[in-house]
């Protein structure tokens, strides 16, 4: 997807795209750098958008790995259908991080080890964010950790609520820039 079809979406579903450009290269390395690709059984990633964090993902996990994006946006997601057709134990689902823990029920999945995070939280309803940070909790596994980037640190307070620790760390280059935090119990 060109830049002006995601600055497109974004004018469009502003709530939910939540940035005027596709995260940058810099952005997608730090989110995926403190994952363990080689014990990791199960990685979720919330509003994959154009799959800058999936196909980071895609290319470090191993085959045996199960790798389940949600995208709400019907366009993005029939952009990533596309792209990433051929991956292996690739689950690509339309619809809202809400209700992950449905589909993860339809696949046998309980816990799993990692969420990847693209979603817009400063942007989405109050209500929302608590529903998916609460379900978020829920399903990472004792050890999980739940990887998200924001431009703003306006709901640090919302994310202490669901994670006993958050590191954050600020990238620069990035168009915002962004925080990248680092969520465990």
């Given at each position: 997807?060109?830049?002006?079809?995601?600055?497109k979406?974004?004018?469009?579903?502003?709530?939910t795209v939540?940035?005027?450009?596709?995260?940058?290269?810099?952005?997608?390395?730090k989110?995926?750098?403190?994952?363990?690709?080689?014990?990791?059984?199960?990685?979720?990633?919330?509003?994959?958008?154009?799959?800058?964090?999936?196909?980071?993902?895609?290319?470090?996990?191993?085959?045996?790995?199960?790798?389940?994006?949600?995208?709400?946006?019907?366009?993005?997601?029939?952009?990533?259908?596309?792209?990433?057709?051929?991956?292996?134990?690739?689950?690509?689902?339309?619809d809202?991080?809400?209700?992950?823990?449905?589909?993860?029920?339809?696949?046998?999945?309980d816990?799993?080890?990692?969420?990847?995070?693209?979603?817009?939280?400063?942007?989405?309803?109050?209500?929302m964010?608590?529903s998916?940070l609460?379900?978020?909790?829920?399903?990472?596994?004792?050890?999980g950790?739940?990887?998200?980037?924001?431009?703003t640190?306006?709901?640090?307070?919302?994310?202490?609520?669901?994670?006993?620790?958050?590191?954050?760390k600020?990238?620069?280059l990035?168009?915002?820039?962004?925080?990248?935090?680092?969520?465990?119990?």
């Open positions: 997807m060109d830049i002006s079809n995601f600055i979406q974004y004018i469009k579903n502003p709530k939540g940035a005027v450009a596709p995260s940058s290269e810099k952005l997608a390395h989110m995926v750098e403190d994952i363990n690709f080689l014990n990791a059984s199960c990685i979720v990633e919330y509003g994959p958008g154009t799959g800058v964090f999936t196909e980071k993902i895609l290319d470090k996990k191993k085959d045996s790995t199960i790798f389940i994006a949600i995208e709400y946006n019907e366009d993005f997601y029939k952009i990533l259908k596309e792209k990433f057709k051929n991956r292996t134990n690739f689950v690509l689902i339309n809202s991080a809400e209700n992950l823990k449905e589909h993860l029920n339809k696949y046998n999945i816990k799993v080890d990692y969420i990847v995070s693209g979603l817009p939280f400063a942007s989405l309803p109050d209500s964010s608590k998916i609460s379900v978020t909790k829920e399903i990472l596994k004792g050890h950790v739940f990887i998200t980037f924001q431009y640190l306006l709901k640090i307070k919302l994310f202490k609520i669901y994670f006993g620790k958050i590191r954050r600020r990238v620069l990035n168009l915002p820039p962004a925080y990248v935090l680092k969520c465990e119990n």
